[in-house]
């Protein structure tokens, strides 16, 4: 059974920083780019970074220069790094592969972790 797991979420003031974490287990987590989504109330659920299997990052423009996403292929970890936060940044962020629930047929998601960001 796949799991992906969020954590790091919280509260944190305007220029901020926090740093998400996602456990994975079930799939070979070495085998699939994995990618952070974000989903604002109202919104879209939106992919802000991007990671290879191979290492290779990229990002939403609304992030970059600001967050950086990692993973250790060892742990079956990834994570996200966001600094210099910004209340647009607050939503309920999702680790997954990209694209997601690429391991099978369906629409798997996390409960994911809120990240609050006050001005």
């Known amino acids: 059974q796949v799991q992906l797991v969020e954590s790091g979420g919280g509260l944190v003031q305007f220029g901020g920083s926090l740093r998400l974490s996602c456990a994975a287990s079930?799939?070979?987590?070495?085998?699939?780019?994995m990618g952070w989504y974000r989903q604002a109330p109202g919104k879209q659920r939106e992919l802000v970074a991007h990671?290879?299997?191979?290492?290779?990052?990229d990002y939403a423009a609304s992030v970059k220069g600001r967050f950086t996403i990692s993973r250790d292929n060892a742990k079956n970890m990834m994570y996200l790094h966001m600094n210099s936060l910004k209340p647009e940044d607050t939503a309920v962020y999702y680790c997954?592969?990209?694209?997601?629930?690429?391991?099978?047929?369906?629409?798997?998601w996390g409960q994911g972790t809120q990240v609050t960001v006050s001005s």
């Open positions: 997954n592969t990209n694209p997601p629930t690429a391991w099978a047929l369906g629409n798997y």
């Open positions: 990671i290879t299997t191979g290492g290779t990052t």
């Open positions: 079930g799939i070979i987590f070495r085998a699939y780019n």
